[in-house]
């Protein structure tokens, strides 16, 4: 069983930055990929930024490339979100996640972090 927990999610005017935590736990070692979704009212979650596990490579959903980055602590297990520039649209619950699969389709994910409330407000 793999556990995700979450911090680091708080309010900010647009224009400024976050940095959100992810500390993982359990048996890991067969996940492929750890990811950051978020979720707004109304909105499907979404997929913002994922870091694959073998090789470090990342990918970015086109809303958030060159604003946030997707960077992992392979001592810690832990998986962090840099989020800079923040706009009024990025405000949404913010969930860490991982799986065997490539972590973009919500749907298919079987681990998930309680989440956090990121507000941006202008």
């Known amino acids: 069983q793999v556990q995700l927990v979450e911090s680091g999610g708080g309010s900010v005017q647009a224009g400024g930055s976050l940095r959100l935590s992810c500390q993982a736990s359990?048996?890991?070692?067969?996940?492929?990929?750890m990811a950051w979704f978020r979720q707004a009212p109304g909105k499907e979650r979404e997929a913002v930024a994922v870091?694959?596990?073998?090789?470090?490579?990342?990918y970015y959903a086109d809303s958030v490339a060159g604003r946030f980055t997707i960077s992992r602590d392979m001592a810690t297990n832990t998986v962090y979100l840099q989020m800079k520039t923040l706009e009024v649209e990025d405000s949404a619950i913010y969930y860490c996640?991982?799986?065997?699969?490539?972590?973009?389709?919500?749907?298919?994910?079987?681990?998930w972090g309680q989440g956090t409330q990121v507000t941006v407000s202008s």
């Open positions: 996640a991982t799986e065997r699969g490539s972590c973009k389709y919500a749907a298919r994910v079987n681990y």
């Open positions: 359990g048996y890991t070692e067969t996940n492929n990929c």
């Open positions: 870091v694959y596990l073998r090789d470090n490579s990342t």
